[in-house]
Antibody, heavy 117, light 110 residues
Framework: EVQLVESGGGLVQPGGSLRLSCAAS????????MHWVRQAPGKGLVWVSR????????NYADSVKGRFTISRDNAKNTLYLQMNTLRAEDTAVYYC??????????WGRGTLVTVSS | QTVVTQEPSFSVSPGGTVTLTCGLT?????????PSWYQQTPGQAPRTLIY???TRSFGVPDRFSGSILGNKAALTITGAQADDESDYYC??????????FGGGTKLTVL
C-alpha cells in the first residue's frame, strides 16, 4: 500500500524557515516524480513544486520560487521542502503527492504550517 | 498568466447527472494537459477520481467519468448521491514542469 506521511509543520514567525519531510513507503520511491501541494485555510488546492526521480530537475510555482527548495533522498525514501523567508500567505496544509501528472495521484494526510507572529 | 477555471458552485438533485468543467482563460484544454480530478471533503486529504482525462482511480465507481468537452476537461457524475456533496478540483499540466489547479467547485446535492 502506498503511504506518504508528512511531518515538520508548525508555527513559525514571518521571515522564518521550516523544513517539511514526507516519508514514502509501499512503492519504489526512486521511480516517481514527487510534488508538494498546499491548501490555505478555507481555500483551494495550489500546486507548489515538483522534483524528478533523481533530484536533478525541479519546478516551482511563481509564488514560492526563490524561497522554497524541493529535494529528495532516495536512499531514505524521503521528500523534503525547505521553506525560507516565510510569509503569512504561506500558511496552509502542505500535502506530499505522487503522480500529480499523468498518473493516479496518491496523497499524504498533510502537515499544517502556520506563519504568524 | 493563464488561469484554470472551474464553476465556483453547482447543484444537483439526488439521482441526477451533473457535469463540472475545467477550462483555461487562454486556450483549450487537451489530453496533453493530462487533466485530473479530485474530490475533497472538509478536513480530509483529496481523493483522486480521474487522471489522464478519463482514467478512473482504483475503487472509484463508474458513475464518475472524465472527458474533454469542447475546449474544456469535464467530470460527469451520474446518479448523484448525497455523499457526492464535496469540493471538486481539477489540475492541468501546463508544460515546462508546471501544474496548475483550478479554484474548485463546491457541489451541493439537494
Amino acid at each position: 500500500e502506498v503511504q506518504l506521511v508528512e511531518s515538520g509543520g508548525g508555527l513559525v514567525q514571518p521571515g522564518g524557515s521550516l523544513r517539511l519531510s514526507c516519508a514514502a513507503s509501499g512503492f519504489t520511491f526512486s521511480s516517481y516524480w514527487m510534488h508538494w501541494v498546499r491548501q490555505a485555510p478555507g481555500k483551494g488546492l495550489v500546486w507548489v513544486s515538483r522534483i524528478n526521480t533523481d533530484g536533478s530537475g525541479t519546478n516551482y510555482a511563481d509564488s514560492v520560487k526563490g524561497r522554497f527548495t524541493i529535494s529528495r533522498d532516495n536512499a531514505k525514501n524521503t521528500l523534503y521542502l525547505q521553506m525560507n523567508t516565510l510569509r503569512a500567505e504561506d500558511t496552509a496544509v502542505y500535502y506530499c503527492a505522487r503522480d500529480v501528472v499523468a498518473g493516479d495521484t496518491h496523497w499524504g494526510r498533510g502537515t499544517l504550517v502556520t506563519v504568524s507572529s | 498568466q493563464t488561469v484554470v477555471t472551474q464553476e465556483p458552485s453547482f447543484s444537483v438533485s439526488p439521482g441526477g447527472t451533473v457535469t463540472l468543467t475545467c477550462g483555461l482563460t487562454s486556450g483549450s484544454v487537451s489530453n496533453s494537459n493530462y487533466p485530473s480530478w479530485y474530490q475533497q471533503t472538509p478536513g480530509q486529504a483529496p481523493r483522486t477520481l480521474i487522471y489522464s482525462t478519463n482514467t478512473r482511480s482504483f475503487g472509484v465507481p463508474d458513475r464518475f467519468s472524465g472527458s474533454i468537452l469542447g475546449n474544456k476537461a469535464a467530470l460527469t457524475i451520474t446518479g448523484a448521491q448525497a455523499d457526492d456533496e464535496s469540493d471538486y478540483y481539477c489540475v492541468l499540466f501546463m508544460g515546462s514542469g508546471i501544474s496548475v489547479f483550478g479554484g474548485g467547485t463546491k457541489l451541493t446535492v439537494l
